[in-house]
């Protein structure tokens, strides 16, 4: 209906129709215009600048994503109207932007999320650049401009054994050679990332007839290492049981892309020094130790052996045999004329043929004074061709 008479009409008819007052006006009522206000915040609670804003979603191992959640919020007093999010940039194609139940018109106060995942593809490591547009209908930001960067990396795990001696995945070998059940042999192995993305997930785990036998040992090993740095575990064989060849297989898991995990081979033989495995009077390992001698482990050769004993007393060594009839004709004691006091010191050292001899360990349960006053040792010595050097002084 139309007011003939403006002068009649008053001032909440004038507001009605949509007259805009002015501090001086008729009804000295002071009114503002209604805007929209376009605010965009990433993370949640951080504010964006428009034309200015970078989002690095940092490296990134190629054939992975990182996703990145963008809040758009109307902090004007109109409706925030048109909404919507392009891409642009020579790395776009590796930005998703995902709208789906994103509002397209919000209310003063209002908000909604939208999300822009980096997914780097191809081969090539690098930066990537792209940047995306808000469209809306705020006055002086519109579109609202967000520049994105990031980096497709790729980590390369990399292991020596030695240190400075590079594996191959899946052909690898490591020996660990000829081993007496009664000893181990060590290696360290060296992880190392060579790539420009973190290695990450490192474990190692063994499998294998004889894994059992191959000790892993992974304390302070790092299960994570960034682009250029390394770290050690190590792997001990320690066989035993029967004389033999031995081989199990180590699996260092990671996020390599086609090394993952990485495989090696791992070798020994054992050499029991308790078995006698060719029944001929020596340890399978004794014989190995002299087969430059003619011995072999796996063929009787008592005659040979016996021969051996035989000339071992003229060499100072004696059987487990002889060792009880052994008559030690020195003085074993030691006289300390300071204190008068006297010192008896007699010890035993054991070997089998061709090994490095050791002391025998004499603990007090094992040592005692018989009823005659006698020093009266016991030990026991279970390996073939055992030999004892009776040591005085």
């Given at each position: 209906?139309?007011l003939?008479n403006?002068?009649?009409i008053s001032c909440?008819q004038r507001?009605?129709l949509?007259f805009?007052i002015?501090?001086h ?5 002071v009114?503002?215009q209604l805007v929209?206000?376009?605010a ?5 609670g951080?504010?964006l600048v428009?034309?200015?804003a970078?989002?690095n979603?940092?490296n990134?191992i190629?054939?992975?994503?990182s ?8 902090i ?7 909404l919507?999010?392009?891409k642009?940039?020579t790395g ?9 139940g994103?509002a397209t018109?919000l209310?003063p106060?209002a908000s909604?999320?939208?999300?822009v995942t980096?997914?780097?593809t191809g ?6 650049t792209?940047?995306?547009r808000i469209?809306n209908?705020?006055?002086?930001e ?5 520049a ?7 980590p390369?795990?990399?292991?020596e054994q030695?240190v ?12 660990y ?7 181990s042999?060590?290696r360290t192995f060296?992880l ?5 993305g973190?290695l990450t997930?490192?474990?190692?785990g063994?499998?294998?007839t004889?894994n059992?036998q191959?000790l892993?040992n ?7 290492l ?5 770290t050690?575990?190590?792997v001990?064989?320690?066989p ?5 060849a031995?081989t ?5 898991a990671?996020n390599d892309?086609?090394?993952n995990?990485?495989?090696i081979?791992?070798?020994g033989?054992?050499y ?6 060719d029944?001929d009077g020596?340890?399978d390992?004794g014989e190995?130790?002299?087969a430059a001698?003619?011995?072999?482990w796996?063929?009787?050769q008592?005659?040979?052996?016996a021969?051996?004993?035989?000339g071992a007393p003229?060499?100072?060594l004696?059987s487990?045999?002889q ?7 020195a003085?074993l ?11 008896l010191?007699?010890g035993l ?5 061709g090994?490095n001899?050791?002391?025998?360990r004499?603990?007090?349960?094992a040592?005692?004074i018989?009823g005659?006053?006698n020093?009266?040792?016991r030990?026991?010595?279970p390996?073939?061709?055992?030999v ?6």
């Open positions: 209906m139309l003939k403006p002068a009649h909440i507001l009605i949509g805009l002015t501090a006006g008729l009804c000295g009522v009114s503002a929209p206000e376009i965009v915040e990433q993370p949640a951080i504010d428009d034309g200015t970078s989002i979603y940092g990134v190629l054939g992975a994503s996703l990145r959640t963008f809040t758009i919020k109307n004007g007093t109109a409706n925030l109207l048109n919507a999010v392009s642009t940039g776009s194609a590796q930005f998703t932007v995902v709208t789906t994103m018109t209310a106060g909604t999320t939208f999300t980096f997914g780097p081969t090539a490591i690098g930066a990537r792209a940047a995306i469209a209908n705020d006055a002086n519109n579109p609202f401009d967000i994105l960067t990031g980096a497709g990396v790729v390369e795990i990399a292991v030695p400075g001696t590079s594996l191959v995945d899946g052909t690898a070998s490591i020996a050679g000829n081993v007496a059940t009664d000893t042999n060590s060296t190392k990332n060579l790539g420009s973190d997930g490192l474990t190692v063994k499998d294998g004889a059992a191959f892993v992974t304390s302070g090993m790092l299960t994570t960034p682009p250029g740095v390394s050690t575990f190590t001990t064989f320690t035993a049981g029967a004389s033999g031995r199990a297989s180590l699996r260092i990671s892309a086609n090394e995990p990485f495989d081979a791992l070798t033989t054992a029991s020094t308790v078995a006698d495995g029944a020596m340890s390992w190995f130790q002299l001698l003619g011995f072999n796996q063929v009787s008592p005659t040979l052996v021969a051996l004993a035989n003229a060499a100072g004696y487990a045999g060792v009880q009839t052994l008559r030690v004709g003085s004691t030691q006289h300390d004329l300071a204190t008068q006091q006297f010192k010191t007699v050292e054991k070997a089998t043929f090994q001899y050791s002391p025998v004499l603990t007090t349960p040592t005692s018989t005659a006053g020093l009266e040792f030990f026991s010595a390996e073939p061709g055992a004892f050097k009776v040591q005085a002084q």
